[in-house]
Every structure is written in C-alpha cells, then in structure tokens.
Nanobody, 125 residues
Framework: HVQLVESGGGSVERGGSLTLSCVAS????????EAWFRQRPGKGREVVGS???????RYSDFVKGRFNISQDNAENTLYLQMNSLKAENSAVYYC????????????????????WGQGTQVTVS
C-alpha cells in the first residue's frame, strides 16, 4: 500500500518562500497524476496544481506565477515551491496521487486521486 508523506511546512513571513516535499513510499509507475491541494480554515479542500508523469503542469489561478510543482522521479518525490507567499496562502497542504491514469480534464477534482498524504501546515504571517 503506497503512502505519501509530506514535509516542509512551517511558518513564514509574507513575501517569503517555502518548498514542500511529498515522498511516495514505493516506485510509481507511469502514467501517473500527482497534485497538491490545500484546505484553509473553514473552507473545503481545493486544488493548487497538478503534474502529469510527462512533467506537464496545471495550476489554479490563485497561484499562477508564484507556485511551481516539480518532481524527482528517481526519489519518488513531488515538490511544491511557493514564492511571494500571502496570508491567504495559510492552509494545510496535501499531496495526492493516482497511478495508471492521467490527470486530464479532471485534474482539479479530489475524486481523481486515490492516495493522499497526511497534510502539512503552512502559516504565513
């Protein structure tokens, strides 16, 4: 059973940067679809961005130009680099994944993903 483990969360000042990591416990086969979601206090979980196994990415409008998703396949690791952080970026961030399929047009839907990490808190103040 594959496990996803996030790390890298913490507190950061407005305008600062933070990089989150998500390590998969087992080798991931292609195609696969990986994503970062966030959940702010009192809000539902929403997609931040996704990455296909070919490296192509999609981002929600609220992070375009500031956040970047990358992957290290050799290390089974997905990254979320967050720049120019704002207070409203404070949230619990989750990585999610699905194997054997592409994200496709449903990249933003939670139901697309069947593996989830435990979440890591990011606080911007």
């Amino acid at each position: 059973h594959v496990q996803l483990v996030e790390s890298g969360g913490g507190s950061v000042e407005r305008g600062g940067s933070l990089t989150l990591s998500c390590v998969a416990s087992e080798y991931t086969f292609e195609p696969f679809c990986e994503a970062w979601f966030r959940q702010r206090p009192g809000k539902g979980r929403e997609v931040v961005g996704s990455m296909e196994s070919d490296g192509s990415t999609r981002y929600s409008d609220f992070v375009k130009g500031r956040f970047n998703i990358s992957q290290d396949n050799a290390e089974n690791t997905l990254y979320l680099q967050m720049n120019s952080l704002k207070a409203e970026n404070s949230a619990v961030y989750y990585c999610a994944a699905a194997w054997g399929l592409r994200c496709g047009r449903n990249w933003h839907q939670q139901s697309r993903y069947n593996y989830w990490g435990q979440g890591t808190q990011v606080t911007v103040s």
